[in-house]
């Protein structure tokens, strides 16, 4: 993780390494059990960004749970439209179910509130936010987030499921913009 890569008309440079994200996922993954070990809770991976961190996480919770999917977008190159198209719905009965939110990132919180608004709706339990990464200086609501692997500065980022385009979700590590 020493070399800038391009990804379509992007420079990145070496942000995250791969160690340091796997031990801040430990962190979260032993809170999850200690937290939700009576639980059997949902853990609901919002596609396509959270799926390299929601299993390396889920495979480190060690009591009962349901996982599923949903598929929500709300970027376009590398900026929040503000707005939360729903590609692929929820498939799950919620009421009364303690659900767990998995992103790869929070940095407005628009599309979490989205989310959590809609568990409301239809009667979960408790919504509970797994985040690897969150952004506070962009974070423009009020809920809490249980549960933060890391802190990052308000900088577009790739690699690790997180995407510029379609392009470097598959990069082991995380990389920033060379602006």
Do not use: W
Request: charged letters at 30%; proline letters at 3%; one cysteine or more.
């Amino acid at each position: 993780m020493t070399e800038n890569i391009k990804l379509h008309d992007k420079v990145f440079k070496p942000f995250i390494g791969e160690a340091k994200l796997q031990e801040a996922i430990q962190k979260v993954a032993d809170k999850l059990n200690k937290d939700l070990k009576d639980e059997n809770p949902l853990f609901l991976i919002v596609l396509n960004g959270a799926f390299v961190f929601a299993a390396d996480l889920l495979r480190k919770f060690n009591y009962d749970c349901d996982i599923s999917f949903i598929k929500l977008s709300s970027y376009s190159g590398t900026k929040s439209t503000h707005t939360v198209r729903e590609i692929i719905g929820l498939d799950y009965n919620v009421k009364d179910r303690t659900i767990v939110l998995i992103e790869d990132i929070v940095d407005t919180g628009i599309t979490m509130e989205h989310v959590i608004n809609q568990m409301d709706k239809l009667g979960a339990k408790e919504v509970k936010i797994a985040t690897l990464l969150f952004k506070p200086g962009s974070f423009q609501k009020s809920y809490d987030i249980d549960y933060i692997a890391l802190d990052i500065p308000n900088d577009f980022i790739v690699g690790y499921g997180l995407d510029y385009d379609g392009k470097g979700r598959n990069i082991p590590e995380i990389y920033t913009i060379v602006e």
